[in-house]
């Protein structure tokens, strides 16, 4: 009855991995047959437009920040782009990333039309891939566009979902620093990887450096935000910009800083908190700062910064974590 008993075990536990195998078999196929159908008529799109060079950049969310699996699926359909192209040729994507740092060329917020016709003449290509990484429940919605460099137009588009998997999370959640530059600080996407002060973000073509938060009763958050675009004004610091500190605890922003522009007290849509608004240069960095009050004395951290702001009509947030507290 024991060996009975014990071979029982042994079948039912061979039972079990053959069917997680199966069903990890079938993930991947999935995935893979998912990536294929984008690139194709990615693929396809480019050859009817009769684009002759291609060039795949790194995919963004939805608030314009590249995570490590934006990067990596842009360059699988780079890869898959590759196999299936007739009569166009996709650039390397390494190459790619040395003409913009040369060009000092931001890979990041590639919307303006004026930036896409440059990237087309130095990088040499007909038309770019762009891409948007949005978690849905247990998928990733992933959307391409094809854009032409001569026109600024979109010539074709795709969109599909793959399985938000242990390894698909694991990349969603890490950020990467991006090699392209621009003028001024070296920019990374708005999710950090870094567990301290020195932090990145760069959004709407904006890059923010955080140098440091400092706590005395109430925190306060410096940075400096470098203009990577055309001159134009910054809305720094919207209403529900906020923290959490190393024990859950939320606070609100009580007041913000951009240049020599100030705003506090009651503001936008009377929920307590002001932003302020401030013209920035192409180029220069302006310091910039948040403050929230009323801090637990017990907080070490800031596990996570969140500021909201808004540029030309677009609202758009960047995000810092596992941020040390100074006194």
Known sequence: ??????????????????????????????????????????????????????????????????????????????????????????????????????????????????????????????????????PFGDSIRITCKVIATDTARTIGASKGDIAKTKAIEELLARGIENTATTKGPASTPS???????????????????????????????????TNNGQDRKLEWGHPNSRIFDDSGNEYRQSDAQLGNKRGRGTGFFDMGTMGVQNLLVSGIYVKASVTFEKVSSQANMIALLEINNATDGNDFKVQFRNIPLTK
Not at 21 to 29: E, F, P, Q, R, T
Not at 112 to 129: F, Q, R, S, T, W
Not at 191 to 199: M, R
Not at 206 to 217: A, I
């Open 1 to 134: 009855m024991k060996r009975c008993f014990v071979l029982f075990r042994l079948v039912a536990g061979l039972v079990v991995s053959i069917m997680v195998l199966v069903s990890n078999i079938s993930i991947a196929m999935a995935y893979e047959k998912e990536i294929k159908t984008i690139s194709s008529s990615i693929a396809e799109s480019v050859t009817t437009a009769g684009k002759k060079t291609v060039a795949v950049v790194d995919f963004t969310d939805l608030q314009g920040n590249v995570t490590e699996l934006g990067r990596f699926l842009a360059e699988e359909i780079s890869v898959d782009m590759t196999i299936a192209a007739k009569g166009f040729e996709v650039i390397d994507r390494t190459h790619l990333n040395s003409v913009m740092k040369e060009h000092e060329l931001s890979m990041l917020g590639i919307t303006d039309p004026k930036k896409i016709k440059k990237l087309g003449e130095v990088a040499g290509v007909d038309a770019i891939v762009t891409g948007s990484v949005t």
């Open 191 to 225: 999710v950090k990887k870094e567990t301290k002060a020195g932090q990145k973000a760069e959004a709407q073509n904006f890059t923010f450096e955080l140098k440091g938060c400092k706590m005395s009763g109430s925190i306060t958050c410096d940075f400096m935000i």
